[in-house]
């Protein structure tokens, strides 16, 4: 099993979530997070004062899969979340030794 962590702009949420419903992908977890990568943030003028502004929000999803699966959900979030600007994102691939389902006990790609 795989774990796909992507960090995306919160706009793309929905392009993202309708990609991976296409491959037959259910669950995931999102978060609301803030961060910066290269970019490393701006600077705005609020009120005549200028202020930097280093963590941008965005969205943090999660999604446990069978291996099977992996090249072709990173492939749809890519597309999805992709505006070709900067701070597009990270996809984030992790292995995942086990898992199980609390309320059947189920284990392996089963529970997911």
């Not at 749809?76 to 030794?97: L, N, Q």
């Amino acid at each position: 099993m795989k774990k796909i962590e992507a960090i995306i702009k919160p706009f793309k949420l929905e392009e993202v979530k309708d990609a991976l419903a296409e491959l037959g992908i259910e669950g995931m977890t999102v978060s609301e997070v803030k961060g910066f990568g290269r970019q490393k943030g701006h600077t705005e003028i609020y009120r005549g004062s200028e202020y930097t502004v280093d963590f941008l929000p965005k969205i943090k999803i999660e999604v446990v899969l069978a291996e099977s699966l992996r090249d072709q959900a990173v492939q749809a979030i890519v597309k999805a979340a992709k505006t070709g600007k900067i701070g597009d994102g990270k996809v984030f691939v992790s292995h995942i030794e086990d898992a199980v389902r609390i309320r059947t006990e189920e284990m392996g790609e089963k529970a997911v």
